[in-house]
């Protein structure tokens, strides 16, 4: 069941001239958060280092969203989209985020992201965008539950 209490409805509103900022390694491990990071996101910088970035992570995004942010930046890609963050305090903040690989002599050592505010409009269309998406996957997942084990091992045969 979904916990959702009123807490979850408040929004953090991201400044416009501030770079929020995080590198992870190559697990998605934080290694580092600027100031603004940590204050957007209602935690300490000390609590974020050595966590996995998904503690950012909001239940209204949908797996596939960071599907692509991993395929993309794997494979040397930058990653430009919307992203739906929970703070500490469970409240949100959106920010267009930007996450591509770090390199040192040509050599791909971590990853880094950084951060931007989201108009209100971009807002109410990404929400529903995502809301769909979300659905879309819970749906698949619904098929999958009712069919009988040999059904389903016919399914994982094809793909
Ligand atoms: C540099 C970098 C920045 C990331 N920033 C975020 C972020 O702001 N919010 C978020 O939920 N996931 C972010 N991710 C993706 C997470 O690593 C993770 O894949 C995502 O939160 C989904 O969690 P899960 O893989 O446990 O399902 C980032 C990944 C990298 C490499």
């Given at each position: 069941m979904?916990?959702?209490?009123?807490?979850?409805?408040?929004?953090?509103?991201?400044?416009?001239?501030e770079?929020?900022?995080?590198?992870?390694?190559?697990?998605?491990i934080?290694?580092?958060?600027?100031?603004?990071?940590?204050?957007?996101?209602?935690y300490?910088?000390?609590?974020?280092?050595?966590?996995?970035?998904?503690?950012?992570?909001?239940?209204?995004m949908p797996?596939?969203?960071?599907?692509d942010?991993?395929?993309?930046?794997?494979d040397?890609?930058?990653?430009?989209?919307?992203i739906?963050?929970?703070?500490?305090?469970r409240?949100?903040?959106?920010?267009?985020?930007?996450?591509?690989?770090?390199?040192?002599?040509?050599?791909?050592?971590?990853?880094?992201?950084?951060?931007e505010?989201?108009?209100?409009?971009?807002?109410?269309q990404?929400q529903?965008?995502y809301?769909?998406?979300?659905?879309?996957?819970?749906?698949?997942?619904r098929?999958?539950?009712y069919?009988?084990?040999?059904q389903?091992?016919?399914?994982?045969?094809l793909?």
């Amino acid at each position: 069941m979904i916990d959702t209490t009123y807490d979850m409805f408040i929004e953090t509103e991201v400044p416009e001239n501030e770079l929020i900022i995080s590198r992870t390694d190559l697990k998605g491990i934080i290694t580092y958060v600027n100031d603004t990071f940590a204050e957007i996101s209602g935690y300490e910088p000390s609590e974020l280092i050595g966590k996995a970035h998904n503690i950012v992570r909001h239940p209204d995004m949908p797996k596939s969203a960071f599907k692509d942010v991993w395929e993309t930046i794997q494979d040397g890609k930058v990653w430009r989209g919307f992203i739906k963050n929970m703070r500490k305090d469970r409240g949100y903040y959106w920010v267009e985020a930007e996450v591509s690989g770090v390199y040192k002599e040509g050599e791909l050592t971590e990853y880094k992201s950084i951060r931007e505010p989201v108009s209100a409009e971009k807002k109410i269309q990404m929400q529903k965008f995502y809301d769909k998406l979300r659905q879309e996957e819970e749906d698949k997942h619904r098929v999958v539950t009712y069919l009988t084990t040999s059904q389903l091992e016919a399914l994982k045969a094809l793909v």
